[in-house]
C-alpha cells in the first residue's frame, strides 16, 4: 500500500490512500465522516434509491486499513453514522461486523454534528479526544494548532495528462489536519471554498488520495 508520510506538531503521520491518517508512534488510526447507513437514511427520507451497499463497501476499506496497521486505537472523528436512527435499522450483520473491528482495540467515537451523543455500541463516546500534542474534534477551531478535524469532507482539483479531476484530500498546514470523508456516498466540499480558506494558513498542502496518494500544491482562489 502506497501511503504519504508528512508531520504535525512534531508528530510524524502518515496519510493512506483510502483516507484514514495513521499515527505510528501511538499504534492509531485515525478515520472521519464514514456516514455508514447514509443509503438507509436517503430513502427512509423519501429521497432516492441507492443501492444499500455503501456501509459494507466502507467497513470493507476500513477492515484493510486495520489489517495493513494493526491499529490498536482506532478514533472515528464524528458522522460516523448519516443518523442516529441508522443503527436501529441496521442489519446485524453489519453491527456484528463493528463490534469484530473493535474487538481488542480502544475504540474512540468522536461526537459529529449528524450524529450527537452516544450511539450504542462498544467504545468511548467523547466530544474530543485530546492526545498530546494532537487533538482530535470534528469540526475545526480556528486559532488552534495541532487539530485534526473531519466535517468539510475537503476535496481538490488535479489536472491529469487527459483532464481535470476532484479527488478527496487531506489538507494539511503547520496547525492542522482536515480529513477526507472515508465513506461511501459522500460528497465533498472544494478546497477552493472560504470556510476552508479562512482554516488553512497560505502556505498549505493537500495529500491527494486514491491508489497512489501525493502530496500537491492547494489551490487559492484570488481573493486573498
Known sequence: ???????????????????????????LLCVSD??????ERISRRGG????????RDTLIRLEQDLRFTNAETVV???DSFDDLDVLDAMPESES???NRLQAGRRWVWI???????AVELPGS????????PLTFRHIAKAGDSGEISGHYHPKVRVQTRLRGISRP?????????IMPAYGTYTGGLRSTEAVLEDLMRPEAKAIVTGQTPRIVPLPRTLRR
Open 1 to 27: 500500500m502506497k501511503t504519504v508520510d508528512f508531520s504535525l506538531a512534531g508528530v510524524q503521520l502518515t496519510a493512506l490512500g483510502s483516507g484514514a491518517l495513521w499515527w505510528q508512534d501511538k499504534r
Open 34 to 39: 464514514l456516514h455508514l447507513g447514509k443509503s
Open 48 to 55: 432516492a434509491a441507492l443501492p444499500p451497499y455503501d456501509t
Open 76 to 78: 472515528c472523528l464524528g
Open 96 to 98: 456484528n461486523w463493528i
Open 111 to 117: 461526537e459529529g454534528n449528524h450524529d450527537p451523543g
Open 125 to 132: 463516546h467523547l466530544s474530543e479526544l485530546l492526545q498530546p
Open 169 to 177: 484530500a487531506f489538507l494539511f498546514d503547520a496547525d492542522r489536519v
